[in-house]
C-alpha cells in the first residue's frame, strides 16, 4: 500500500509541465478586442484606416450606404409631426366637448406610435456610422468595401494594444497579489515590465499551476501582440 502509494505521488509530480529551473513562458495579447458587426442591412463604404493604422476611441471606421435610412428617417419625421399636431388639436377639441373620448385616445394612440416610430428610424441612421469603441486597430477585415451586408455582419476585428497582457500560467506557489511589478524578457532580448492586472481563481490540477496575466504599458507601440518571452522574476 504504501509502495503504491509512493508511485502514485511520483506520478503526480511527474505530471507537472515545469520543472526545477524552468522558465515561465508566456504569450502578449491584446487588452481588448472585438468584432464589429453590421446592425443593418446595407452597403459598406470606403474603409478609413487600413490594417495596423491606429485610430482613436469613437473615430469613424467606416460609413454603410445610408440613403435608405435617410429616406426612411425624414418620413417617420413627417409621420411624428402630423400625429402631434393632430392630437393637440383633438386635445383641444376635447376640451370643448367637440369630440369623443375615443377619438381623443386614438390619436393619442397614433401620436406615440409615431413617436417610436422615429426613435427606430432615427437609431437605424445612425447604425450607418460605425465609430470605434475603443482606441486601438483594425487587424482584420471580414467584409469587403462595397459589400452589400446583412444586421449581424461582421465587418471588421479590431484589437486595443495600447496596453498588452502577459499571459501565463505559474507555479501554484509562486503567486502573488495583484499590483506585483513583474519584468518579462521578451524574445527580441526586451525586457519590460507590467503589474499583475488578473489571477485565475481556479488552479490547474494537471500542471499545478494557476495563469495570470501581467498588464504591460505599450503607447509607444514599440511591442506587438502575439510576441512570446519568459517571465524573468519568478520568486
Known sequence: ???????????????????????????????????????????????????????????????????????????????????????????????????????????????????????????????CTIRAPFAGKIVEFLSREYETVRPGQQLFRIIDDNSLLAVMNVPLGKVQTPGSVKTVVLQNGIKVQGRIYEISPQADHRTGTVRIKILIDNRNGTLRAGMTGVLDDVQ
Open 1 to 127: 500500500m504504501i509502495r503504491c502509494f509512493a508511485v502514485y505521488l511520483l506520478i503526480l509530480l511527474g505530471m507537472s509541465s515545469l520543472q526545477a529551473g524552468e522558465k515561465v513562458k508566456t504569450v502578449l495579447f491584446p487588452f481588448r478586442e472585438a468584432v464589429i458587426s453590421s446592425r443593418i442591412e446595407s452597403t459598406v463604404g470606403k474603409y478609413n484606416f487600413r490594417l495596423g493604422e491606429a485610430f482613436e476611441a469613437n473615430a469613424v471606421l467606416t460609413e454603410l450606404d445610408q440613403e435608405n435610412y435617410k429616406i426612411k428617417l425624414k418620413q417617420a419625421q413627417e409621420q411624428f409631426n402630423f400625429a402631434r399636431a393632430t392630437y393637440l388639436d383633438k386635445l383641444e377639441l376635447h376640451k370643448g366637448k367637440f369630440t369623443s373620448d375615443f377619438e381623443l385616445k386614438k390619436s393619442e394612440y397614433e401620436f406615440k406610435t409615431s413617436e417610436s416610430n422615429l426613435a427606430v428610424a432615427e437609431l437605424n441612421y445612425s447604425y
